[in-house]
């Protein structure tokens, strides 16, 4: 049984915009701290054989320019890399191109914080109706993953957590993941009916209560 409450406050969220050369874009940011060293995090977000136990399944050449592919869902070329403190890739799915940028950090305690930020040009009608929870939610699921791949019992792999998300344990923890993208929206400028709106659509979306 997962302690979703818990989870779901244990992870930091940030909505923001970057400009890049082709015009501005919009994050979504993750943070998580976990009980384990850089080292070990690092291992975990970079080893194709553990990244399939908490994440997806991954083929490619995961170094410096390379391209990878996670299996029924994004591919992409990772443009930088530097262990065990971060990496970048393009993310690329649906047709479109983004970017991910994930960086580890020690903690005074010991344990290790895990970031990922999400850089796209989104749509505005797609933004606007859907807003950061349409890839905050998947990410929250991903953090998920590697915390209880990091917990003593393990992660139950990518197909189990499929099956747990249509659960209704599952289906709350998208609810809660999407109320505090909610908020993450409304702390970056949002209108709060706007965000409301936001949030129902994607948490709808999520848990195939789609009218």
């Given at each position: 049984?997962?302690?979703?409450?818990?989870?779901?406050?244990?992870?930091?969220r940030?909505?923001?915009?970057?400009?890049?050369?082709a015009?501005?874009a919009?994050?979504?940011?993750?943070?998580?701290?976990?009980?384990?060293?850089?080292?070990?995090?690092w291992?975990?977000?970079?080893?194709?054989?553990?990244i399939?136990?908490?994440?997806?399944?991954?083929?490619?050449?995961?170094?410096?320019?390379?391209?990878?592919?996670?299996?029924g869902?994004a591919?992409?070329?990772i443009?930088?890399c530097?262990p065990p403190k971060s990496f970048?890739?393009?993310?690329e799915?649906?047709?479109q191109?983004?970017?991910i940028?994930?960086?580890?950090a020690?903690?005074?305690?010991?344990?290790?914080?895990f970031?990922?930020?999400?850089?796209?040009?989104?749509?505005?009608?797609?933004?606007?109706q859907?807003?950061?929870?349409?890839?905050?939610?998947?990410w929250?699921q991903?953090?998920?993953?590697?915390?209880l791949?990091?917990?003593p019992?393990?992660?139950?792999?990518?197909?189990a957590?499929?099956?747990?998300a249509m659960?209704?344990?599952g289906k709350?923890?998208?609810?809660?993941s999407g109320e505090?993208?909610?908020?993450?929206?409304?702390?970056?400028?949002?209108?709060p009916?706007?965000?409301r709106?936001?949030?129902?659509?994607?948490?709808?979306?999520?848990?195939?209560?789609?009218?």
């Amino acid at each position: 049984m997962i302690e979703v409450t818990g989870q779901i406050n244990a992870v930091r969220r940030q909505v923001g915009q970057r400009v890049l050369e082709a015009g501005t874009a919009r994050t979504s940011t993750v943070s998580q701290v976990y009980d384990t060293g850089v080292d070990d995090l690092w291992d975990a977000v970079t080893d194709p054989e553990r990244i399939k136990r908490w994440f997806l399944p991954v083929s490619g050449d995961l170094r410096l320019g390379g391209r990878y592919e996670l299996e029924g869902n994004a591919s992409g070329t990772i443009e930088r890399c530097d262990p065990p403190k971060s990496f970048s890739a393009t993310w690329e799915y649906g047709g479109q191109t983004s970017w991910i940028e994930v960086r580890l950090a020690p903690e005074p305690d010991g344990r290790a914080r895990f970031e990922l930020e999400h850089i796209a040009h989104v749509d505005d009608d797609m933004w606007n109706q859907f807003g950061p929870g349409a890839v905050g939610i998947g990410w929250d699921q991903g953090l998920l993953g590697l915390a209880l791949h990091l917990s003593p019992g393990g992660a139950p792999g990518p197909e189990a957590g499929q099956e747990w998300a249509m659960t209704d344990e599952g289906k709350e923890f998208t609810r809660q993941s999407g109320e505090a993208w909610r908020e993450a929206h409304i702390a970056s400028g949002a209108e709060p009916s706007v965000a409301r709106e936001c949030a129902d659509r994607t948490i709808a979306a999520y848990t195939g209560n789609m009218e």
